[in-house]
Structure formats: C-alpha cells, structure tokens
T-cell receptor, first 113, second 112 residues
C-alpha cells in the first residue's frame, strides 16, 4: 500500500538544538497527523492539521500543513532529552467514510552523547 | 489519556498455537484498529472495525482474524501462529467525524 515518505529516517540531536522533519505524499491529503512514540509505549497524538497552510503549535512543537497539500512539516524548538523517540506522520487522502490512515516510516531522534 | 487497554502486554507462544489479543476501550468510540509494528516497516494495519460485528481487512490481514461483539472490545486472533507474526501489536480507536486515532500500550508477541 501507499506509504508516506518521511525524512530524515533518524537524526542525532544535541540539547538546545532546533529539529525539523517532514513528510511528503504523491497525492493530495486533507488531514495530517503527527505522533510521537516513546520506547515500549504506543504512539501519542501530538498535532492534527486539517487545512492547507495551517500552522499549529503544541508547546515547543510546531507543525504545518503544506500549501501543496502533499506535504507536512514538524519542528521542535530548543530540544530537550525527553524529545528523543520516534516521530510518525500519518495522513488521509479524502473526507470519505474510510477511516484508514496512511503512515510514514518514522523519524528517530537520538540524543548526541 | 484515551481509555484503551490491551491484554496481555507480553506473550510468548509456540509456532502453530492459536493466540488471541484483546483490546478494550472505555471511550465508546465507533472505530477500532489493529496494527503491527516491525523495525523498518512502521505501523501496518491488520484489520479494523467500524461498528459492532462490522470489520474489514487492512494491508497485512493474512493469518489474522478479528471479532467485535461489543463496542468496547476488539479481538485479534492468530489461528496458527508463525514466527513471522512475532511483532508488537497496537490497538487504536477513533470517534465519528475525526481521523485522529488514539493508541493502546501495545502487546509484544514472540512466536518461537
């Protein structure tokens, strides 16, 4: 099935750095969701986006619904150690009654020693 | 936190044995999903339910069956477990008129 292209696959971060990641699709999406997964736990919804161009923040996290509707971005400002984990994007192509999402493979944030 | 529990949280079983995983929600949400998560594959949908007794296949449904006899419970059954079904299984729920899914804590299944 279709999968979103999420990049980077992994990145090393130093405390205090800003972090950026993105997801792209070959088709137009009407919903973008960003999740974070800590080791041994289920993914937790961070931000939901529903309109092209929408910019939404959740604390130090900011996500944007791309104008082309084929991409979305997540930024983390001034990273802290608890930001490590795997970040997933997920999207929905239409507004139909099929509630299945399309998922990215994840971006793994690792703290620099 | 959404009220979702999964049981068991860990299970080791032998090849060829049947296994049933349970997902229980207290949110009265209509939609429930079973995913598996494997390194390099992210989250892959196995089956989902859009109401009591209403279920449909996801992208990796072979070897799995599901049942939903009550709104709050969604069961995933491996009729005859294989080593390729060793994985972490997540249940998720979503309400009507939203695509936002909320996940349970997961079940780590090892098939030896």
């Amino acid at each position: 099935g279709q999968q979103l292209n999420q990049s980077p696959q992994s990145m090393f971060i130093q405390e205090g750095e800003d972090v950026s990641m993105n997801c792209t699709s070959s088709s137009i999406f009407n919903t973008w969701l960003w999740y974070k997964q800590d080791p041994g736990e289920g993914p937790v919804l961070l931000i939901a986006l529903y309109k092209a161009g929408e910019l939404t923040s959740n604390g130090r996290l900011t996500a944007q619904f791309g104008i082309t509707r084929k991409d979305s971005f997540l930024n983390i400002s001034a990273s802290i150690p608890s930001d490590v984990g795997i970040y997933f994007c997920a999207g929905k192509e239409g507004f139909d009654s099929n509630y299945q999402l399309i998922w990215g493979a994840g971006t793994k944030l690792i703290i620099k020693p | 936190d959404a009220g979702i529990t999964q049981s068991p949280r860990h299970k080791v079983t032998e090849t060829g044995t049947p296994v049933t995983l349970r997902c229980h929600q207290t949110e009265n949400h209509r939609y429930m999903y079973w995913y598996r998560q494997d390194p390099g594959h992210g989250l892959r949908l196995i089956h989902y339910s859009y109401g009591v007794k209403d279920t449909d296949k996801g992208e990796v449904s072979d070897g799995y069956s599901v049942s939903r006899s009550k709104t709050e419970d969604f069961l995933l059954t491996l009729e005859s477990a294989t080593s390729s079904q060793t994985s972490v299984y997540f249940c998720a729920i979503s309400g009507t008129d939203t695509y936002e899914q909320y996940f349970g804590p997961g079940t780590r299944l090892t098939v030896t």
